[in-house]
């Protein structure tokens, strides 16, 4: 059985938290409420942390095919 690493369970992790407070974003909005500022940042910024990894997961895959 194939140990999983510290980074691929920090990417599950963020991956769970962003879908989570992206619902939740929704959910206010679709109730009717005034979602805070801060909520929309998070989803951003927890984004843009998967969009590195995985770009970052591309090059070293990349490395390895041509290096």
Known sequence: M???SLLDSLRVWAAVTGVLLALGYFGV?????????TLPMLVAAIGG?????YAQ???????????
């Open 29 to 37: 909005l679709l109730a009717g409420g005034e979602p805070t500022q």
């Open 57 to 67: 997961d591309l090059w070293l895959q990349r490395s390895r095919r041509h290096g």
């Open 2 to 4: 194939k140990q999983i």
């Open 49 to 53: 942390f998967e969009l590195f990894l």
